[in-house]
């Protein structure tokens, strides 16, 4: 058995935080297929044994059990000494990016694309108002990454990792992020560069939504 083990599926973009992280960081680990359209997260035995909260991703590790991809990549930064912090101020700043990748950066994009993109609502309120929350939240980060390589710094860290985690997925959303949000294409390159990084497909094969 490998060493850590990640409850996930390929659509997963939170769950693809942690698969980047565990790949760049060279860790031995496997995933474990969550097939999330059966529903298995919202039943008893699942939150029992798996994750209180219901959500994917979950790792296993030297007999625990984490949830939260936040909590996840800190966690992995400590035991792989990689993607951290190198100082206390900078480990704020992380965390300052990794609270608004939850809230605003990632949580409103995942949505649009879910309706949007995977269950090809059209457009209604709801996504039209989700596109505007996005792109309010891609702002803030295009102004950081038009002045550094990386969130919270010159150096890729977690907060990279999470906040990336949905930008290698190709479902229609409404935003053509190479012509809005040029800082935010070239960054999620320069991250799809790093020695050991796969795309999500090859990272968690399979899919949970099918
Ligand atoms: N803040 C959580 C979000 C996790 C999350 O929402 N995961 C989705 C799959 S990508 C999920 O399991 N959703 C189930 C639900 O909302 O009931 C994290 O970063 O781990």
């Not at 209604?124 to 980060?141: D, K, N, Q, S, Y």
């Not at 295009?142 to 190709?170: C, K, V």
């Amino acid at each position: 058995m490998a060493e850590f083990r990640l409850h996930c599926f390929r659509e997963s973009g939170n769950a693809f935080k942690v698969a980047m992280m565990l790949d760049l960081s060279g860790a031995d680990w496997e995933p474990v297929f969550l097939p999330f359209a059966t529903g298995v997260t919202r039943t008893a035995q699942w939150r029992d044994e798996i994750s209180d909260m219901g959500e994917a991703p979950v790792l296993e590790h030297r007999g625990q059990r984490l949830s939260q991809s936040g909590v996840i990549l800190d966690y992995l930064a400590e035991v792989t000494d990689r993607f951290g912090a190198k100082d206390a101020a900078q480990r704020r700043e992380i965390w300052r990016w990794i609270l608004f990748d939850n809230h605003k950066f990632t949580s409103y994009f995942s949505m649009l694309r879910f309706q949007y993109g995977i269950q090809k609502t059209g457009e209604t309120p709801v996504t039209e108002f989700l596109r505007g929350r996005v792109r309010a939240a891609w702002g803030v980060a295009e102004a950081r990454l038009s002045r550094q390589a990386f969130i919270a710094g010159d150096a890729p860290t977690i907060a990279d990792l999470s906040m990336a985690g949905y930008h290698y997925y190709r479902e229609e959303t409404g935003i053509d992020r190479a012509t809005e949000f040029p800082a935010i294409e070239r960054w999620a390159a320069r991250i799809a560069a790093l020695p050991g990084w796969r795309p999500p497909e090859m990272a968690m094969a399979q899919s949970g939504l099918s």
